[in-house]
């Protein structure tokens, strides 16, 4: 069944702040908010030590590192990591143009989840900005393969995702979440899904520089006999982990640089997959169009969306 799109770009009523760790460097850094034009997107702008920013657009075109996180730039100097959970939340909540100022190098994880970034810009709200959004329509399927890992775009009356992954430990094994992706949706099945992690690969991270910042307040933990260290457990009882999975690749997917409609499956992927996935599907334009509401209707079906003329119009360029 269809679902009901958003026909107008939003952005957030008014500024806001949070402070936290970034998973990867143990320091604190403070984000901060700011409300945006209409065609501005999300922009992360970097303070540096020198006193200049960096400054990117969150689109593919900026993505650097994949490895363990997403990464916006090139250089460690510059760059802006860990931004999926942000990106997942504004996708989710259907936040179009937005300036997110930090004063390091990585978005704070709170608690592992997007759910505080949720909570967040709820609490503030958004406003319509009276400019027609417009979205990617998938129109023929796109696929990639690494090894056993593969992902691939399918046309959709909507917007889903279908991810599974496998993982030689007990707990974890084979799971799969699917489903049509709203904001209640994501709301309630996804947003509070926590990044996760095996205690045998602690050393081996924090020998290379990386999860300096992890602890059991911001990840699940799973010990070398197979079984979850957080006192309070799961949060989804067995199947966090792949709804984690998801939240990332829904992260990931935001990196369009505009919202799709389509279908979004992959089995055993990570950041790499999804980005390389989302550069597939944009680097054919034979796979999508653009389109966008047909008429001052706040809320219309997917199916209703009509292609537009774009000339000069790559939201997911720089």
């Known amino acids: 069944m269809a679902i009901a799109l958003l026909g107008f770009q939003t952005t957030i009523a008014a500024p806001f702040s949070l402070t936290g760790t970034g998973v990867h460097s143990g320091k604190t850094v403070t984000i901060s908010f700011q409300p945006a034009e209409a065609g501005t997107g999300v922009v992360f702008v970097r303070q540096l030590e020198d006193g200049g ?57 709170m608690d592992g989840s997007s759910e505080v970034f949720i909570d967040a810009i709820e609490q503030v709200g958004m406003v319509n900005l009276g400019v027609k959004r417009r979205y ?31 993982f030689d430990s007990k707990l974890i094994g084979r799971q799969t979440w699917a489903g049509d992706l709203t904001a209640q949706s994501f709301k309630d099945e996804l947003s509070r899904a ?68 389509g279908c979004y499956r992959s089995y055993r992927g990570g950041h790499k997959l999804n980005a390389n996935a989302l550069k597939a599907l944009l680097s054919d334009p034979t796979a999508y169009e653009v389109v966008e509401a047909p008429s001052r209707d706040i809320r219309v079906r997917a199916r209703e969306f009509v292609p537009v003329q774009v000339a000069g119009f790559a939201p997911w360029s720089a």
């Not at 363990?68 to 143009?97: F, K, Q, R, W």
């Open 136 to 166: 990617i329509r998938v129109i023929k399927p796109v696929r990639i393969e690494a090894g056993a890992s593969w992902a691939e775009f399918r046309p959709y009356d909507g917007t889903r995702f279908e991810v599974e992954i496998d």
């Open 194 to 261: 926590r990044t996760f992690g095996f205690m045998r690969d602690v050393e081996r991270l924090w020998a290379a520089g990386f999860a300096l910042g992890s602890s059991l307040e911001n990840s699940v933990v799973i010990s070398d006999d197979d079984t979850v260290i957080n006192v309070e457990g799961l949060r989804y009882e067995k199947d966090e982990f792949v709804r984690h999975k998801t939240l990332d690749a829904v992260g990931d997917l935001a990196l369009a640089g505009a919202q799709f409609i």
């Open 53 to 109: 920013i960096s400054e990117y657009r969150a689109v593919s075109a900026h993505v650097g590192n994949t490895d363990l996180c997403t990464v916006l730039g090139t250089s460690p100097a510059h760059s802006i990591a860990t931004i999926e959970h942000v990106m997942a939340a504004i996708y989710a909540l259907g936040l179009d143009n937005v300036v997110i100022e930090v004063d390091g190098a990585e978005m704070p994880i």
